[in-house]
């Protein structure tokens, strides 16, 4: 058959890129990858000198690393969180106590956990309710998907099917829900230890599937590269499963393995298989030399039913935790309006320029955040007063959604912040109107006319706008 669109000369070159690192590797290096690829590398013994003096020359090891700005604002927000023990040890043991390697590693999390998900999640466990809609769809989509029984030795399996549009599921997305997924899983001290096998499909999603998204592709490809750096835990091998056939799938998919496996570190590099066969079946049926039993493992990512009950059943657990947490800080903090898990939203960093506060006293009178809000206030008080009760509530809401487009609505407790509900914000600009009432009883002001063009009608406009997210 001839090769239209070179897939063999382009997976001959992968081989070729594989094979030249083994042969760069010296001998123990090269049995080493041989032993995790199969499975067969010997336990590490975690005696408790060990783990301490790893830990500490871990701590060594991060005070050496010259750029390291979103660890130290880690650290500065959540010392506790950020020197866990337990928290480092997923990254020893995902390295097998590298501590070099593991060091690097937690530095590069926390760069790549405030790009994904921003300065405020930094020192919190990513959840579910963390994420995008679209993070969402990607999250149960099946792009990504764990095997219901896992190899010989007890590794985990995990299959991804990259050939799903990115319009559907954007490479943005993707890394969110892989660091996700990856920082669940390490709560396994058992995952932490054997790490996972990955699997990757050339299998398309049904119409999703789009010829001319190598750009998207590419795109991921070379970001997952620099987020294998920054999770604990490691591939402990990479199985590139597809059919060899002269079509345009395979063009495109072996375009993107070759591009995929060209940004790999070194060390992952010699850890990739690649099986060709006529169809999928042949392909997948060569896993069984490496002790994975390809009759479990999800052939396709539609109906992912599996994935998605063990999903729905984290977001539960999630879920419960938070509210278990806020109670057991609100009764620690002893503050009566934080009592209730309805009224809180997350624990936070403290207040920016664009943030409300919750309270009365000067701190919060002079705060940027609550002049704004007083402006806002002041700016619709005419028609609010002219307003039914219904109509009073919509003026608060839209108020609060014009703060919330560049800022909270915090409350502080005995141990640190918290961004409260919609509920409790809505709660603050009510009491901001009756504070501006009373003042205006106290002065006594002057009437004046209502006109377009006033200060007045340009707040009440700056509010109507907010309400339609076009402020």
Known sequence: MTDVFAVNKMMSEVDGIIADHLKELSPEDRENSYSLLHGICKEIDETPSLIAQSLELMDQEISNIQRKDAYILAETMNPDYVKNPDFRLKFLRGDRFSVMTAAAKIVNHFEMKKFLFGASKLVKDIEQDDMSEEDIVTLYSGYVQWSPLKDTVGRTISIVFPLMSSKLTPFISRLRVSFYLRMIAMEDVNFQRKSVIAIVSAKECGSSFDPSDISGWRNGAKAAGRLSDALPGTYRGVHICFPSNNSIRSYMFSSLVYFAVSVLSPLLKVLVRVHRGEIMEDCMAKLQSFGINPDVIPKSPDNPEYQTNLLQSRRNLERLRRKKFHQEIA?????????????????????????????????????????????????????????????????????????????????????????????????????????????????????????????????????????????
Not at 389 to 409: C, N
Not at 452 to 463: F, K, R, V
């Open 331 to 471: 009764s620690a903090a002893s503050v009566p309006n934080l009592s209730s898990s309805e009224d809180f939203g997350e624990w936070v960093c403290g207040p920016s320029e664009n943030d409300v506060i919750l309270g009365r006293g000067q701190r919060s009178n002079l705060h940027p955040g609550n002049i704004r809000l007083r402006r806002l206030v002041e700016d619709a008080k005419g028609i609010y007063d002219k307003s039914t009760k219904r109509g009073k509530t919509d003026i608060a809401a839209r108020i609060v959604v014009a703060i919330q487009l560049q800022g909270r609505f915090l409350q502080e407790s005995g141990l640190g912040w918290v961004e409260v509900n919609d509920k409790a914000a809505r709660q603050k600009v009510s009491h901001a109107f009756r504070d501006t009432c009373k003042k205006k009883k106290k002065k006594r002001p002057s009437a004046t006319k209502l006109e377009a063009g006033t200060p007045e009608m340009e707040g009440t406009t700056q509010i109507a706008l907010a309400s339609t997210g076009n402020l």
